[in-house]
């Protein structure tokens, strides 16, 4: 129910924005999150964004590492969750997922029922 998409290779300080298209009960009217897993290493938060009526709001939630530069977004009428990804550097390097829904916690892989695949992003120096 998730599909996550638009990783690749970028050099240090590039930008990639990532897509994740979910469809039935994983995107409706919930929070949604991306989350990144590098190897060796547990899977970890990376941002989140609230439910909100309008099309393009909600509240936004940043791991301290990416703050600044990364962005969530979500559109509603597309069912598509994003990540811009600006600055990018090599210790982004990683797999990022997509997770719905969150209640309370965003920041908490165990809030989040439904996981996308996965997409491979590659930051050299």
């Known amino acids: 129910q998730l599909q996550a998409s638009g990783g690749g290779l970028v050099q240090a300080g590039g930008s990639l924005r990532l897509s994740c298209v979910a469809s039935?009960?994983?995107?409706?009217?919930?929070?949604m999150g991306w989350f990144r897993q590098a190897p060796g290493k547990e899977r970890e938060f990376v941002a989140a964004i609230s439910w909100a009526i309008r099309w393009t709001g909600g509240t936004t939630y940043y791991a301290d590492s990416v703050k600044g530069r990364f962005a969530v977004s979500r559109d509603n009428a597309k069912n598509t969750l994003y990540l811009q990804m600006n600055s990018l550097k090599p210790e982004d390097t990683a797999v990022y997922y997509c997770?719905?829904?969150?209640?309370?916690?965003?920041?908490?892989?165990?809030?989040?029922?439904?996981w996308g695949q996965g997409t491979q992003v590659t930051v050299s120096s």
């Open positions: 039935g009960r994983a995107f409706s009217s919930n929070g």
């Open positions: 997770a719905a829904p969150w209640r309370k916690m965003p920041r908490d892989l165990n809030e989040y029922d439904y």
